[in-house]
């Protein structure tokens, strides 16, 4: 005997609450599960009116033939919050699933009192360092590429803001105006944390895996950015 249940529905809030409701007899990802709240439907609605894709439901845009450079996970946007928004890139590289897992973290990083175009503007902004990072003009190695990409993104905030921001709603005053860095800037930006990470390393005698998903080696970037921006007036 098989117990058969269909539920017929064109509602897709209907649809994700019957999911959510249902499906506890197989593996689901927190990111799956998550996929079902309200913030998240609204982020997806508002990238569609800006010609993006925010893959709620994995793959779903993917499967859909859309340019995947346009499509945005959950996992992606919630890492690049947290590294943006929080200035806690260390959790993004290190601790990236916990942000959907606690429900104390994620409501920092996905809240409905948090304006929509600050996702966006997260997402295409750590698109481009994601691309910088790997590209020939980065010179990073695969360490490098791996560990600070979170971090670059961090320090890009804090130039644009003149200080590190430590609420994503804070982040309104750069994704209104779509602030940004010149490619020449960001590639200057890297450099000179590249610089600083080697010098970290060899102070602490660690390498940068382990530094990189530690609160202290963001604090001492922070603390290495605000000596290089002191007496300076930041321009974009």
Known sequence: ????????????????????????????????????????RQIENYFLTKGWYYDRRKNFYKNDGKDVSRIIGIPFLGAAVTAMGLARPDQSRGKPSSL??????YKQVFNPSIDLEIYLWAAKLQRRVDGFIVSDAANATIAERSNLKFHLSMLIVDRLNGGPVKRPRQLRELASPDASLTDEKIDALFTKLKRWSAE?????????????????FTEYLLRRAAEERSGLKITS
């Open 1 to 40: 005997m098989l117990l058969v249940r269909i539920i017929v529905t064109g509602d897709a809030a209907t649809r994700d609450q019957v999911i959510r409701a249902t499906n506890r007899q197989t593996a689901v990802t927190d990111a799956s599960l998550r996929a079902t709240d309200d913030v998240q």
């Open 100 to 105: 959907l897992k606690n429900d104390e973290d």
């Open 200 to 216: 970290y390393l060899e102070t602490e005698g660690i390498i940068l895996e382990r530094a990189a998903k530690t609160q202290r």
